[in-house]
């Protein structure tokens, strides 16, 4: 493994020069600071990797002596690793104080009636922490705080004049991840910044949100992260605008798209790609009939059985949205998109139907469900549209249709379902491809608008006296998760290479000799 200080690959910044003077006669400098003794220096180095370590972060961080696991999720910072979070979290915030946002601390353990209040308490389900005390009232430990900030605010500002304003606190949250894993990555406690910016008017949040994006670039730049920022799902923050900082790693859960000509990217969750050209067939398609499959329900097989290429198929998959059960059609070479689905449905969030669901709407078992015929309501993707002489289930067990003609055969509401596929075309420029990354999310900026304010009555009286509520904005980034991203991009077989602004040391003086001082 490296040395505990790691090596710097950078030279040393401005943001460091306190630590060390210029001054020195024998060595060429002197430490401003006491310095640490490595016979006294805590550092209790391992030298197997733990066994539940899955990525380069948590085996490096745990032998080197940066943090111990105590629990699923739950890790203690050893003097090494403390050090670095320090580090990240003065980067963090002065940078947060360079753009004008004031530093608040609100409590981490919540009564429930916040999160009631905005319907909170029931949309994030098992992830929330919850407790309840002595006299049996209802509390959780906070996940995110734009209820308790709202409050803080709704409390305090009541004209125009008192904004804008953005309050931000670092501080630990708590998350119960189903599976928490990646050692920081994926934490049940962890270190998070968060921001809240209150303005006027749209006008105003959108000057307030390219002010943290500004910032969040700082950071990252600082920290000589490669990063990208993409456009992002909003998820159970609401609002309408959402935008990721993704640093680039191999070892990164989640998935991103860029364009390879303009500077188009998004998560995929979101990702678009361009419009497909409305298309005639070039001959009159022959009538819908029905073919038997014996035992062929994935596209894999029919596509054998049937010698057709999957992107003549319109795969068909049932969903539960509420109440209902719906079907969602895509080509048979792509993958319909959970989210974009929620959205075209107007629904929070969808899941695929059970077996005994799909038999009571298609009469068919899995694998033979199709749009024609059925009784309810379909959505088609846009690729999937233009595809001409179509196969697909006939809602019948071992039965498919050959030559389906959408608006012919049957009828649906037109959607972009599917994630896009590198190689797609890009939707903003002419000529641009897309390519697919993994990424480690390490911020997330969001445009909240009302969506708080407008719950909680956190209101302003504007110049004429009206009432109006407070336009939002929130913005988060992952301090403990940043020690962690920085490591899986700065390593190599040796161990952790940290960038200067954060390593918790930048120098060690070895005395050669057996007479030396240590």
């Known amino acids: 493994m490296a ?14 020069v306190a630590e060390i003077g210029a001054s020195g006669q024998a060595f060429g400098f002197v430490l401003l600071r006491a310095p640490m003794r490595w016979s006294r220096a805590f550092i209790p180095t391992i030298k197997e990797a733990p066994a539940d370590a899955t990525n380069a972060s948590h085996v490096m961080l745990t032998r080197a002596g940066y943090v111990r696991r105590i629990g699923a999720g739950i890790y203690e910072y050893l003097p090494l690793g403390l050090r670095v979070l320090h580090k990240v979290e003065r980067i963090v915030r002065e940078e947060m104080d360079r753009a004008g946002a004031q530093e608040v601390l609100m409590p981490a353990l919540l009564p429930s009636d916040y999160f009631r209040e905005t319907g909170r308490w029931d949309v994030f389900g098992d992830n929330l922490l919850r407790l309840r005390d002595r006299k049996g009232g209802d509390y959780h430990l906070g ?11 709704r409390r305090e500002i009541r004209s125009y004049r008192d904004l804008p304003r953005n309050l931000y606190q670092i501080q630990n949250k708590f998350r119960d991840e189903p599976r928490p894993r990646g050692g920081l990555l994926r934490c049940r406690e962890f270190v998070m910044k968060d921001a ?5 008017d749209e006008a105003g949040a959108a000057a307030s949100y390219e002010l943290m994006r500004q910032a969040y670039t700082r950071v990252f730049d600082r920290m000589k992260l490669h990063y990208r920022m993409v456009q992002a799902d909003s998820g159970s923050m609401g609002g309408s ?13 989640d998935f991103l798209t860029a364009c390879d000509s303009c500077g188009y990217a998004a998560n995929l969750e979101v990702a678009q790609c361009r419009e497909p050209a409305a298309s005639e067939p070039s001959t009159p398609t022959p009538a819908c009939s029905k073919v038997s499959t014996p035992n062929a329900g994935t596209i894999e097989e029919v596509s054998t059985f049937l010698k057709a290429s999957p ?16 079907l969602a059609v895509v080509r048979g070479d792509h993958e319909i998109n959970e989210i974009k689905l929620a959205r075209a449905l107007g629904v929070g969030e969808v899941a695929l139907a059970t077996e005994e669901q799909i038999v009571k709407a298609t009469g068919a078992k899995v694998g033979f469900a199709g749009p024609v015929g059925f009784k309810g309501r379909v959505l088609i993707d846009r690729d999937a549209a233009v595809v001409h002489a179509a196969i697909t289930g006939a809602n019948e067990t071992d039965f498919h249709l050959v030559n389906v003609e959408f608006k012919r055969d049957f009828d649906a509401q037109v959607a972009d379902l599917r994630s896009v596929v590198a190689g797609d075309a890009c939707p903003r420029c002419a000529k641009g491809k897309l390519a697919v990354y993994r990424g480690i999310e390490a911020g997330h900026i969001f445009i909240l608008g009302t969506h708080y304010s407008a719950k909680m009555r956190a209101n302003f009286s504007d110049e004429k006296g009206v009432e109006k509520p407070i336009i939002m904005g929130c913005y988060g980034i992952g301090v403990s ?17 940290w960038p200067m602004s954060i390593a918790p040391y930048h120098v060690i003086v070895v005395g050669l000799g057996q007479d030396a001082a240590v």
């Open 311 to 326: 992107d003549r198929f319109l795969k068909s998959l049932l969903y539960a949205a509420g109440d209902d059960v719906v």
């Open 196 to 200: 809240y910016s209150f303005d006027v």
């Open 241 to 253: 605008t959402s935008a990721e900082f993704q640093v680039l790693v191999q070892s990164g859960e």
């Open 481 to 497: 998760r940043l020690v962690a991203t920085t490591v899986e991009q700065f390593n190599d077989a040796d161990g952790i290479l």
């Open 3 to 16: 040395a505990p200080g790691g090596r710097p690959t950078d030279p040393e910044d401005s943001t460091n």
């Open 143 to 153: 996940p995110t705080h734009e209820e308790i900030i709202t409050d803080m605010v």
